[in-house]
């Protein structure tokens, strides 16, 4: 079963474009052991309260079935991401 990357966003956040990026490139790498999803804070508030999101751009990595396996907040590099999800894989 794949692993999960989700990024948490808001429209009015540059960061969260240039995490957008790094994950989908890291996630493209891994075809179909990661699945990639994007939540926009604003659009689904509920979710993210229920994540305790408190900024923009924060990246979790759950397993299939919802544990949660780790969280960053900020801007990942590409070697970062790829490093976490190879700790899970």
Do not use: K, W
Request: aromatic share 2%; net charge negative.
């Amino acid at each position: 079963m794949p692993v999960v990357l989700t990024l948490y966003s808001s429209s009015f956040c540059g960061a969260c474009a240039q995490t957008r990026r790094t994950l989908e490139d890291a996630a493209g790498l891994l075809g179909d052991r990661v699945e990639l999803r994007e939540v926009n804070v604003a659009d689904d508030p509920d979710e993210s309260e229920r994540r305790d999101i408190v900024a923009t751009p924060t990246t979790v990595l759950t397993a299939a079935d919802g544990t949660e396996l780790a969280r960053a907040a900020g801007v990942p590099s590409a070697p970062q991401v790829l490093t976490l999800l190879a700790q899970h894989l």
